[in-house]
């Protein structure tokens, strides 16, 4: 027959609870229990499988209680390990108090504890009679989750240094509250980052979460979505705990730890990835299964709602770990139905599920989403909030102080008061969509990240926070401008990985992991990768993780050390390298990407020589070409350039253009010449090469792309990627890098297009400037189309969310693209063709469209305010919401064309011709300069012929 065991937690080291341990297990030998206790567990950060299994399957416990054991970790873990299963299983705990001053933090102030003093055995024997031996349960599991997220949120330090909880500084989070319907719908569309009613108001995020799941109506899901750094993980561990004050049962679980192709039910996989403990600590799975059916039917109270004691929230569905080359898309369209079905619907009682990630046309195009379900946007902290938070950390700090615990800064609020201030200048008018300069210390993580960095830096706080890219710049340049000195002798003849060398590491690291299409790679991948690093690899290996690498590397600033932990989240090399936060591994890619061409153009200004090859030939090899499309074609290629990499891209170029004028000048013919190389198509072509005399055709460089997609890895799962896909990404990144550079750069250049070479094709002289003519000789349209043949792009197909400021596509051929939120200031569109196109919300500012066909197109909120229209065609041009003030629209042709609250105020429409048989819906002429005699209202339309017949007539005379 099993004894009954008794987990005895106590603080090593220290004699007073030693000689009360042996006094203890005396005691309970004697009296028939096994003992339970860390006898040959060596001390550290790691809890062994012993440690956890004693903890889940005790029949009681004892604490051991007294000063030294709260200041230590592994003991408060224990403390909520034992505290939370009690509430569930109910098993004795019992804590046995020191002579001496206690500090709990309130973990096991509920408990009835026992003084040691004279025969304490006695009584304690007394509260253990009837005992019996406990066997392991999915109680003793959920209770082990529960205490993780316990402590993860009220004890644990924040960042694993500060001397503060995230309970003593957290934020708390408002969002806007809209139902998808109201989002979706594309008549009324609300766009629910706005920060006003219309968008779906403000309100506290754990209040509304609470009110709808006590709503005995509500039967869906809920979706949190918000930017990197808004919160929305510590807003996970905020509602976990709130709920299990409530008395439910709460699941949290990140999206990065499913191992989606190994399972095939959601109650698997959520299981699977369900942690009791940090992510280098390997605990036992559960024995049995703990999503049954019998758990999710039981049924507890909230409010007036019946629903399930078990509560799941899934963090982060952006940070999916890719298998193989299954897209994103593909596999959260694969699982998210699965999830929803399996929790929302399943008959009897209701399960509360919420879902918490990124903004994402992947999640919208799930199918998870129906007209009834509540999407629930992060807000920015208000300045209140901001000023709050700053003084939650400054009070800790000082806290910390006054009890003896390490604060390794102070916070000055009088060196904040002029973010505060230029913080509350941008909230005050933050529906204005131009301005997010300082939207970046609206998030609690990048605040926080700003004020450390304002403590360590002597920049002008307000220019810091000015953009996010210059905030991340600032981290990186603190962190690589400390580098370079080992913290032991040992290291310091091997690893000197500061300055640049530091920042050169974590461009190989953010473009390999970023490469791959994922947020975490093994050791060995890294290592394959980086193999003619041996240096950093061997020091890597020897300090058990990047982190540790970097950080015995770089200990000459407290922010650096700190800014390391953000971006490396691995310990040691069984779990390989991992970003903290998505957000530093895109601008640090980002980096990577521009710092291929400043390494290129090293001492490099003016122009640069246009190779003399023919259009299907390769660049020399040695070349700055050849080099130039090596480089950025390996980054490039294999995943699409997504928006917020493409902002800090952006960034990055306008600030080195203003520095360097001369230098990128150089640069960009070089990206030109890039840009044509992919156009021509030479890396989809053979090329000749001369063997022994015998021409031999070498394969064209798209197959060594395709390898350099794959992993390196041996065990990693393969699908090849479709050499469509490599094509398309490349494409559509280095348009829109080249558009930009070309267009930052200073007008003053009036050089004309290079002759007798393939540069000709691609530039146009016009304007007072050089101008980045992407369609060569009119080829726009298909070199759309063979972007678009990938067959999905986050968002929208190309061009739309395109980056392409100032290109000339006079006389290209764009029929039937869809340019969404298509950004195009000051390009020349003389006598583009736009027929049957859409333009929804297309910054046209300062373009010149003279005699621009856009028969038949749809311009939905477009920004046409003063641009020249002059002989445009509008035949049967549908424009709403289009601002057309100031527009020159003479001798314009509006036949049967629908204006639909457009604004026209100032507009010159001399000799324009049609609007009497145009449709004028809630749209004013009056104020137009001499303006038609003749419109037709909105209530009288006339008799129009079918659409089809309408675009082939008109085709053929209007066109």
Known sequence: M?????????????????????????????????????????????????????????????????????????????????????????????????NEAVNSAGILDRFQAIKVSGKFEAKLLSQLTGLQAARPSPESYIAAHHAWLRWQFSDAQVWGREPYSLRDIYAETDCGRLFWSEIADEKARKD?????????????????????FSDPK????????????????????????????????????????????????????????????????????PGQ??????????????????????????????????????????????????????????????????????????????????????????RHLTPIMLRGFAEAIATNLKRAEKIGQVAQWSLDHARLEAVFEQYEQWFSKSDDTESHSMEVVGSPLLAYLTFRTLVETDGDPAQLVAEPSALYKALVDVTVAHAGKGRSEDLQDTVHRGGESLRHLLHRV??????????????????????????????????????????????????????????????????????????????????????????????????LAAPKV?????????????????????????????????????????????????????????????????????HLRPQPLMRRGVKVWQAAFINELLEHALPFELTA????????????????????????????????????????????????????????????????????????????????????????????????????????LTVMTGASLRGTQFFGSTLYHVNLHGADLNGVNLLSARLLHCDLSGAPLKGANLVETYLQGTNLSGANLEEANFRDSVLNRCTMTGARLQGAIGLDTAMIIETDLSTTREGPRRAKRAGAPAKRKSSVDVRSKSSQKDA
């Open 289 to 378: 299964s703990i999503i049954t059916s019998d758990a999710l039917s039981a049924a507890f109270k909230l409010g007036k709602a019946q629903i399930s004691q078990l509560v799941f929230i899934l963090d982060g569905w952006d940070e999916v770990s890719l298998t193989g080359n299954t897209s994103y898309q593909a596999q959260l369209q694969t699982w998210l139905p699965r999830i929803r079905e399996y929790f929302i619907g399943r008959p009897g009682t209701s399960v509360r599920l919420i879902l918490t990630g990124r903004p994402s046309a992947e999640v919208r195009s799930s199918g998870i989403l129906k007209p009834n379900t509540p999407v629930l946007t992060v």
């Open 717 to 820: 799962p393969v699908e090849p990627m479709r050499t469509t896909a490599l094509d398309a990404h490349l494409g559509d990144a280095l348009m829109q890098i080249t558009a930009v550079v070309h267009a930052s750069l200073p007008t003053a250049d009036r050089r004309e297009p290079d002759r007798d070479c393939l540069r000709e094709n691609y530039l146009r002289f016009g304007g007072g400037r050089r101008r980045f003519a992407p369609g060569g000789r009119g080829y726009f349209e298909s070199l759309c189309h063979r972007i678009n043949a990938a067959g999905w792009r986050p968002g929208v197909f190309f061009p739309g969310n395109a980056y392409l400021p100032a290109i000339d596509l006079n006389g290209e051929n764009c029929r039937v693209l869809d340019f969404e």
């Open 510 to 607: 953010a473009a390999v992991i970023t490469v791959l299409g994922r947020e975490a790679i093994s050791f060995t991948e890294l290592s394959s990768r980086l193999e003619d690093d041996t240096e950093t690899i061997d020091a890597w290996r020897s300090e058990q993780g990047l982190r540790g690498l970097v950080s015995d590397a770089t200990c000459d600033s407290v922010l650096h050390e700190l800014v390391i932990n953000f971006y490396f989240k691995g310990g040691n090399t069984n779990i390989g390298c991992e970003f903290l936060h998505k957000s530093f591994r895109e601008y640090l890619f980002a980096e990577a990407v521009v710092a291929v061409v400043k390494e290129l153009s090293q001492g490099m200004s003016g122009p």
């Open 2 to 98: 099993l004894k009954p065991t008794v987990f005895i937690s106590y603080k090593r080291d220290h004699e007073p609870t030693a000689e009360a341990v042996r006094r203890l297990e005396a005691a309970l030998s004697t009296g028939g229990f096994d003992v339970l206790r860390d006898v040959g567990i060596e001390g550290g950060s790691l809890w062994s499988n012993d440690l956890y299994r004693w903890l889940m399957e005790c029949s009681a416990a004892i604490a051991i209680i007294g000063a030294e054991a709260a200041k230590s970790e592994w003991c408060r873990r224990e403390w909520w390990f034992l505290s939370e299963r009690n509430r569930l299983t109910g098993i004795p705990v019992i804590p046995i108090c020191l």
């Open 192 to 212: 629910p980052f706005k920060d006003n009613e219309a968008g779906g108001g403000r309100h506290n995020l754990v209040d509304t979460v609470v009110e709808l």
């Open 218 to 285: 509500f039967k869906e899901l809920i979706v949190v979505q918000g930017p990197p750094g808004c919160g929305k993980s510590a807003f996970t561990l905020r509602l976990a705990n709130e709920l299990l004050t409530r008395g439910l049962r709460p699941i949290l679980v990140r999206f990065r730890d499913f191992r989606l192709t190994t399972f095939d039910s959601a109650n698997e996989l959520i299981e699977d990835a369900l942690r009791i403990g940090p992510v280098d600590e390997e605990p036992p799975r």
């Open 614 to 682: 023919a259009y299907w030939q390769d660049f020399p090899e040695g070349t700055p070409q050849f080099k130039a499309s090596r480089a950025l074609a390996r980054l490039l290629a294999p995943q699409w350039l997504t928006r917020d990499v493409r902002a800090h891209i952006l960034w990055l170029l306008n600030s080195e253009i203003q520095a360097e004028p001369g230098r990128w000048k150089w640069i960009g013919d070089l990206l030109l010449d890039v840009y044509i190389w992919w156009a021509e198509g030479v």
